[in-house]
């Protein structure tokens, strides 16, 4: 893979679980883990329902080095409460799926934004 191609900054972030005071939790807090260099292109994105409202999800996958994304070793990479945000964008990606794309090289990334 061409080296140019990793030029979009990607900070990860773990999300804290805190109380509402109702019983519940909310991922309102965000820790940021790292920022790593990365190779970001935009998927499709799907129209969901929930309660009447319409939402379109917006998707981008990502590829990473494997030894950048193995520095990022704090975080536990079988839970869902990572998520991405790319320089130069507001939204923050919910991650959905990682694997190995190459063996030993990168890691591809998939995440999802909802859009309200």
């Known amino acids: 893979m061409d080296a140019g191609l990793f030029r979009d900054r990607i900070t990860f972030y773990y999300f804290s679980k805190t ?19 990365g190779y970001v292109t935009p998927e499709s994105g799907n129209y969901v329902e929930n309660n009447g409202k319409r939402a379109r999800q917006k998707v981008k996958q990502i590829i990473v080095r494997k030894n950048d994304f193995d520095f990022l070793d704090t975080i536990n990479k079988n839970t869902n409460d990572i998520s991405f945000g790319i320089d130069g964008e507001t939204a923050e990606y919910r991650v959905n799926d990682f694997f190995e794309s190459t063996p030993d090289e990168y890691i591809t990334i998939t995440g999802t934004n909802q859009l309200w």
């Not at 005071?21 to 909310?26: E, Q």
């Open 19 to 37: 109380p509402d005071g109702y019983g519940g939790y909310t991922n309102t807090n965000s820790t940021q883990i790292g920022i790593i260099w």
